[in-house]
């Protein structure tokens, strides 16, 4: 067993930026999952963006899975900052994760200049660094290499103190995403005081656990009194550097600016029979296909159908029908242009709140020769009137010039085949029709 510990100690002191990484996938993940959960939907969208396709918890741990290359080499000393006890930081260090954390958000905020895929690494790198930085032993001392050097057991199993901290702790106990949510003790005026602390005072914080993190009684055995009296500890550090992730994501990418998209409009209405996505183009040209993605927590989408490009260039109509269940849905457009990329559109909301304020009552329906819409116009105004279909093609259009009040226009149905449509009536609502 010595020998065991002499070979592990060995491969520590010679390479020990492969040894250290901070937190397991699953604190990475939580840390990512908290800052969602407190992004407005504008920021949301924009992140979502620069992740170009990837999930949360692929982005937080996008640092990890590019260690050894030599493209990011560079990147490896800056996982963590090592100042022993009683010593300073050096501020003029350039590798190490505070000098790295401050250099990308100096870089966002002259974000006009940068292309999409240095916004995108630095997104990334945004994601797992301010993880990183909030477990103690990414500040700790470098005499033991943050923990790395310090060889003990945990419950029994051999280890090192810094995958203690970085696995260990999260696994045996239970860390998730709620447990981190209810160690929120604090007041309003301590969230807005940790949303607005600097990177600096995030190295602070950890340096002062650092010794929290080695057993008081000098022994190496962590036991289940060590888990249970560092667990809050863990819980609150992930808690924090997902609240201040937020805050530094929502700083760069919260304001109302439009994204570089190519779309014209996106919207969506909802009847009692499902929703409807609305969206135009005026690059349609390039995008060969409308990827349509639906997901039930606004994080994790699902594709759901697709709407093909069929127009040529200048500004082009679309929609997608998706038939469901009331209840709480998001969607977003998935666009791939001809020569190989892909953008995502924003994020929208199912609203199912003005279903019933805006009743469309369609006789008869079924329907075969002819139908009639009856509904209330809001204001007098002209709009258009289209017969959806489920197969996103347009069947129907009518133009009217309407009045306030109790409305009633009869479409003609000549042409039309038997099946599911939903007529929209822009402005008011959609409502779903069967033609026999």
């Known amino acids: 067993m010595l ?4 070979i592990f100690s060995l491969l520590i002191t010679l390479f020990p930026s492969a040894i250290a990484f901070a937190w397991s ?3 990475h993940g939580i840390v990512g999952d908290i800052a969602f959960r407190y992004l407005s939907p504008a920021a949301k969208a924009k992140v979502i963006y ?59 905020g002259q974000m006009n200049s940068l292309s999409d895929s240095i916004i995108t690494q630095y ?22 290499v943050g923990g790395n050097n310090t060889r003990v057991t945990f419950l029994g199993q051999y280890t090192n103190l810094h995958s203690a901290w970085d696995y260990s702790l999260v696994q045996s106990g ?27 005072d995030w190295m602070n914080e950890s340096m002062q656990l650092v010794d929290y993190c080695y057993y008081p009684e000098n022994s ?5 009194n060590y888990l249970q009296t560092r667990l809050p500890i863990v819980q609150q550090q992930l808690l924090k550097a997902g609240l201040r992730l937020a805050a530094v994501l929502e700083m760069y990418f919260g304001d109302k600016s439009s ?7 996106f919207e969506i209405q909802s009847s009692s029979n499902g929703n409807v996505l609305f969206w135009e183009s005026a690059m349609s040209k390039h995008i060969i296909l409308f990827l349509v993605e639906r997901s039930e927590d606004g994080i994790n989408f699902k594709p759901v159908g697709t709407v093909d490009n069929g127009q040529m260039d200048g500004l082009s109509s679309y929609h997608f ?81 309407l009045n306030a009040g109790n409305v009633s226009v009869t479409i003609d149905l000549d042409g039309v085949k038997k099946g599911v449509y939903l007529l929209h009536i822009e402005g008011v609502g959609v409502q779903k029709v069967l033609v026999e």
């Open 220 to 224: 190496n055995a962590l036991d289940s």
């Open 50 to 108: 620069y992740m170009k396709g990837r999930s949360v918890h692929q982005a937080c741990t996008w640092m990890d899975s590019v260690k050894g290359t030599r493209e990011y080499a560079y990147l490896t000393v800056r996982h963590y900052v090592n100042v022993d006890k009683g010593a300073t930081y050096d501020t003029t260090s350039t590798n190490n994760i505070v000098f790295e954390l401050n250099r990308v958000m100096r870089q966002l």
């Open 25 to 27: 996938a699953t604190g």
């Open 174 to 200: 239970n860390v998730n995403i709620a447990s981190c949510l209810a160690a929120n003790k604090f007041t309003p005026s301590e969230l807005q005081e940790i949303k607005q602390s600097t990177v600096f």
């Open 123 to 144: 997104v990334l790198e945004l994601f797992h660094l301010v993880g990183d930085i909030h477990q103690p032993l990414h500040c700790g001392y470098g005499i033991d």
């Open 259 to 265: 994204l570089p998209l190519n779309l014209s409009s």
């Open 321 to 401: 029908v998706d038939l469901q269940e009331q209840g709480k849905v998001y969607y977003r457009l998935k666009m791939l242009f001809d020569n190989g990329s892909t953008q995502y559109s924003t994020v929208l909301k199912a609203d199912w709140l003005n279903v019933a304020k805006n009743r469309i009552t369609v006789s008869p329906n079924p329907a075969t020769v002819f139908l009639t819409a009856r509904f209330v116009a809001p204001k007098q105004r002209n709009i258009v009137i289209k017969l959806l279909g489920i197969d996103g093609k347009v069947y129907k259009v009518k133009e009217c010039t």
């Open 3 to 6: 020998r065991k510990y002499f």
